[in-house]
């Protein structure tokens, strides 16, 4: 196992930092900070539970691209406490190692040396759930060769982009392997009150390998930036993930990627989106409280990914236009949002109380 060198954060939760790029898997700025700040709350978590139970629902559907140390799917259950919502959780991630350097960072007591209580309160049952899966894939014959929580069939090994982006950007024409590995129940593990179904390997791969009916409340997006490892950035890979959002849920990033952006604002994802949902759905999904998926990137930018921004403008326009050109900015975005909502509404098929709407991403 290769060592991810752990990095103490100016909040004092830790996060890890990649072995290979040096990357770290969370700002360094405060990684619980992010955690609860640009996922959990970006994502309106809280609020959006309390929007499902009333609609009768039990769980609150998330999906984790990026497990990490665990610190969103924490910050998750913090989110969801007190809501009358169980956390039900799928996780993906690339390499188990971080996984396994987290744990044993938690049982040498040196994970959480100083971090606040409430993340090590919400952490516990996530730690748990994550020690028992590995626990568990180490027992497994033919260790490596699937990924754990997964149907049989799925590989862990990385898969040519060459081969993943076609099933991605058409999902009705995956392998024969993937197909019949759909009908294969996925196995899952209690983390608190609530599930977690971690899937270890290519999200590419896993993500697809999913019953197709399988729609999320909220999706956070926190892969290794674009620059080192833009696998997971490809249009491809954001329709897919757009196809698995539910009604009304929002994915939350840090990314500002100019190609990120145009990825989350194509119009295969907000067609996907819309697509209504197949049978046995939840009444989530046909609930008065339907609305398209949203993707937050912009109101996630912080000081750091502002400032840049805002010299440039200095500089090209001088201190005296700011204002005049904050104000027209901000107009044309207003414009730019009443015309996606009446172009949505406009197009939003007619829902027919007898018949039971089909699902789709």
Known sequence: M??????VTSDGSPTLVHPGHGEACHSRTGAWTEARERYARACRLRERARELAEDGEREFRLLDVGTGLGLNLA???EALDGTGLTLDAVSLELESSVIERTLLLARAGELHASS???LVRA????LDALGRVLAARERAPGRGARVWGAPEGVEAERVAPTRVAPELASPAHASDEQASAERVPPERVAMGDGRLLLLLGDGRVTLPALPRELRFDAVFLDA???GVDGALWQPAFLAELARRMAPGAILSTYSVSLSVRAGLAAPVLLHRAREPRALGSSPRRASHRRSAPRMHVFALMGLQEWWPILLIALLLF???KLPQLARAMGSSVNEFKQGMAKGMHDKEPTEKPAETPTKGN
């Open 116 to 118: 606040p209580a409430e």
């Open 318 to 320: 001088g201190g005296s």
């Open 2 to 7: 290769n060592a991810w060198p752990l990095l």
């Open 224 to 226: 290794f930036s674009p």
């Open 75 to 77: 910050a998750a259950i």
């Open 123 to 126: 952490h516990a049952p996530v």
